[in-house]
């Protein structure tokens, strides 16, 4: 079974500024994916951005990265320079690739960004 | 480029009452279809997926069903609603191959009251 953890309810962050969003998980298998989606208040889940286990380097999306540190099974996600239109709650998620499985959730981080 | 709809997008019903909620995707063909529902504050529960017509999973057995009667369509239904059921409930699609992220619709807000 998968385990995603997101230790962080809540982050503020000031616009222009980074911030980095907290994603642990657990899995035993050798091939999985690593998932980040955004949910802003209208409710729409966007998906952002995607780490492979096999990848070699770090994914990047414009303003978003993901730090991807297999030995410690974290994926954080960073998001340069941010904007208010970042306020948002953020899940982390995870789905193996041995036989058919689907997306396990984070609990989420509500992301606050002040002017 | 692939687009998916929900509707209604709002939803009001008494307990006891059933419940129908259709998805609907264009410009892809044979997805895999997912049913999550999110309670206020919380993240998401898959419900159900399929991975072509007529193939249904379960994830939670309750008092939920889903039904694909055809390739880019996926039903959510109850014959009786509880109060319990209340949610923000979202449909998914994923291509099956590479990564095979999920993409969202814009969801189902369903009151039972």
């Known amino acids: 079974a998968q385990k995603i953890t997101q230790t962080q309810p809540g982050m503020f962050v000031q616009e222009k500024e980074a911030v980095t969003l907290d994603c642990t998980y657990d899995?035993?298998?050798?091939?999985?994916?690593l998932f980040w989606y955004k949910q802003p208040s209208s409710g729409e889940m966007i998906f952002l951005i995607y780490?492979?286990?096999?990848?070699?380097q770090n994914a990047t999306e414009g303003r978003y990265s993901l730090n991807f540190q297999k030995a410690r099974k974290s994926a954080n996600l960073v998001i340069s320079a941010s904007q208010l239109g970042d306020s948002a709650m953020y899940f982390c998620?995870?789905?193996?690739?041995?036989?058919?499985?689907?997306?396990?959730f984070g609990k989420g981080t509500m992301l606050l960004v002040s002017p | 480029s692939q687009t998916i709809h929900q509707w209604p997008a709002t939803l009001v019903q008494p307990v006891g009452s059933p419940l129908s909620l259709e998805c609907t995707v264009e410009?892809?063909?044979?997805?895999?279809l997912y049913w999550y529902r999110q309670a206020a504050g919380r993240g998401l529960q898959l419900l159900f997926y399929?991975?072509?017509?007529?193939?249904i999973s379960s994830e939670v057995p309750q008092n939920l069903s889903a039904s694909r009667p055809q390739d880019r369509q996926f039903i959510l239904s109850s014959k009786k609603l509880l109060l319990s059921d209340s949610g923000f409930y979202l449909c998914?699609?994923?291509?099956?191959?590479?990564?095979?992220?999920?993409?969202f619709g814009p969801g189902t807000r369903l009151t039972v009251t």
């Open positions: 998914a699609w994923s291509g099956g191959q590479g990564a095979d992220e999920q993409y």
């Open positions: 899995t035993s298998d050798p091939s999985y994916g």
């Open positions: 780490q492979g286990s096999y990848d070699q």
């Open positions: 998620a995870t789905k193996t690739y041995s036989g058919y499985s689907t997306l396990t």
């Open positions: 410009g892809t063909s044979n997805p895999n």
């Open positions: 399929s991975v072509g017509i007529g193939q």
